[in-house]
């Protein structure tokens, strides 16, 4: 249950579940980060529904 430094990699992204660089700016407009692919975003500290709604928020964002 201990924090795993390797599983706090990965995109870095804004309220809006976009993409951003170091400087915080919006690397690709058409692309939505959710889950465990997200930094600092991990199954076993959100749980999987937490994982599922995460996803289903990236979907409606990417079609509206």
């Keep these: 249950t201990a924090d795993q430094p390797l599983m706090s990699a990965g995109v870095h992204v804004n309220d809006q579940q976009k993409p951003v660089d170091r400087a915080r700016d919006v690397v690709y407009t ?19 529904g937490h994982c599922a709604e995460d996803g289903w928020r990236a979907g409606e964002r990417a079609i509206a």
């Design 30 to 48: 058409n692309v939505f980060v959710a889950g465990t692919v997200r930094a600092d975003w991990t199954a076993a500290g959100h749980g999987l």
